[in-house]
Structure formats: structure tokens, C-alpha cells
């Protein structure tokens, strides 16, 4: 081995003496070199002669066209790799089930739920967001595995008092569910002015069935939209606040 401070070598510059240690490596990087260059020009119909590449290929070098007219075809099949496209389930409130509460005069909570279901889910599919509306317990929630699931119910019918007003939401336990819930409730407070009842949030929604039912790893929420009581006429009649703050309240947690 050759010491860097060698007097025969010492009055050479470095990139001479760096030349000469590697002369077989710069040998072999300038003939690569050379043959790619080689390669992509005979290969290449743009920078070169696409004629005269054509007529070589004609004549006798290569037994197939290396040009060759294939017709675009749809991606029919994703890699297991790439992210699973969106998917929002949404469940109507007692669909399928029972009617839920009833107000005096026969309008049921489950009618109320299922019309601003129906509203959200063809919104989001006119958005071009995949969506779907679920029954209560429907046998799909088995495992049911999507970005995110929305169970949307209303509260009771009866007078309580005057501050039976305004919505809540209750988030799965089981799967991180807090950009939903908080995604949700922003949104549907702005839109629709209502206020936030979080002391009347009540076992049964934060024991959810579907969020013990669902595939882990979907975030799940369920929004009480109102009283049906003192909210009635924006649940019922003027209800286009409601459904995009539901809407707002699904693009905000996408973002
Ligand atoms: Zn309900």
C-alpha cells in the first residue's frame, strides 16, 4: 500500500494520482458509458432516425417490432399496495328496525333520519365521494371496514324544556374517531347554528352497537341531529342547512 506522502508521488496533483489509482475503474465506467450511449441511440426513434431504425429492423437484426400499437386500457384491478379508495357508510337511524321516536302527530324519527340520509349520501355521490346508506343493523356492519361510518338519529319528540335544543355526537372507542367527531361537529354547528349538548350524551350512544360491530380501523361516529321538539322545522322543513353541515361535516374529515 502506498503512502499519500510518498516523495516520488508527492509533487503530483491529487486528481492525477486519484487517475492512476483507479485507471481499470475509469476504464470500465467510460466503456458502460459508451455502450449505453450505443444502446439508447440505436433503441431511440425520436433522437434518432426512426426510418433507418425501422429498416434495420426489417431487414434482419430483430425477429419482433419493437414498436407496437397497444390500445389504452382501463385500470381494472388496484395493487394491494395503493390506498383503499373512500368509502362513507352512512346509517339511517332505526331503518330496518323500529321507528324510533314519535311525535304526536305520527312523524317518526326513522322517517326524519332516513330523508336526511338519503339527502347526504346523494350529495356525496354528486361530490363523486363513494357513499352508502346502511339500515340500523344491517348484516353489512359485520366487519364492515370503510373510511368512515356515520349513524344519523334525532332526539325525542317530547317537550322537555326549553333548552331541549341542538345536537351531539359520541365517537367509537374502539378506532380513533376524533377527526370525524370533531370534523362533525364544527361543520354541522356552523351550518346549522345550532349549539352542542354534550351533558346529554347517554350510554346508548356512546355504546354504539355498530362500533363494536364494524372492522377496526374505521372511524365511526353518531350524530343526534336535533330534538325533534324544538328543532323540528330545521330537521323537517328547512333542512338545507342541516344536510351541508353533514356534508362539511364528511369533506372536512377527507381532507
Ligand atoms: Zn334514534
Not at 384491478?77 to 305520527?106: M, N, T, W
Not at 376524533?178 to 350524551?201: D, F, Q, R, V, W
Not at 377496526?216 to 342547512?241: C, H, S, W
Request: hydrophobic content about 45%.
Amino acid at each position: 500500500m502506498e503512502r499519500h506522502n510518498s516523495p516520488k508521488r508527492a509533487g503530483q496533483p491529487l486528481w492525477l494520482r486519484l487517475v492512476r489509482h483507479n485507471v481499470p475503474i475509469i476504464l470500465f465506467l467510460a466503456a458502460a458509458l459508451v455502450g449505453m450511449g450505443a444502446v439508447y441511440w440505436f433503441f431511440n426513434p425520436d433522437g434518432g432516425d426512426a426510418a433507418a431504425v425501422t429498416a434495420v429492423i426489417n431487414h434482419n437484426t430483430l425477429s419482433a417490432p419493437i414498436f407496437k400499437d397497444a390500445p389504452d386500457k382501463p385500470v381494472l384491478q388496484r395493487l394491494s399496495q395503493s390506498a383503499a379508495p373512500i368509502r362513507i357508510g352512512i346509517i339511517a337511524g332505526h331503518k330496518g328496525f323500529d321507528s324510533g321516536a314519535v311525535c304526536e302527530d305520527g312523524l317518526t324519527e326513522a322517517a326524519v333520519n332516513a330523508n336526511l340520509a338519503e339527502r347526504l349520501v346523494a350529495n356525496l355521490r354528486a361530490r363523486g365521494i363513494r357513499a352508502e346508506i346502511l339500515d340500523e343493523f344491517d348484516p353489512r356492519l359485520t366487519g364492515y371496514s370503510a373510511t368512515g361510518l356515520i349513524s344519523i338519529h334525532a332526539d325525542s319528540c317530547d317537550y322537555v324544556n326549553k333548552f331541549a335544543t341542538g345536537f351531539k355526537i359520541s365517537g367509537s372507542t374502539y378506532t380513533d374517531s376524533s377527526k370525524l367527531s370533531t370534523c362533525m361537529e364544527s361543520a354541522y354547528g356552523a351550518s346549522t347554528g345550532l349549539p352542542y349538548h354534550a351533558n346529554t350524551i347517554t350510554a346508548d350512544m356512546a355504546n354504539y352497537h355498530a362500533f363494536a360491530e364494524i372492522a377496526p380501523g374505521t372511524p365511526a361516529i353518531i350524530i343526534e341531529v336535533g330534538f325533534m321538539n324544538l328543532d323540528r322545522k330545521k330537521l323537517t322543513v328547512d333542512t338545507d342547512p342541516v344536510v351541508l353541515g353533514l356534508i362539511n361535516g364528511v369533506t372536512c374529515f377527507l381532507e
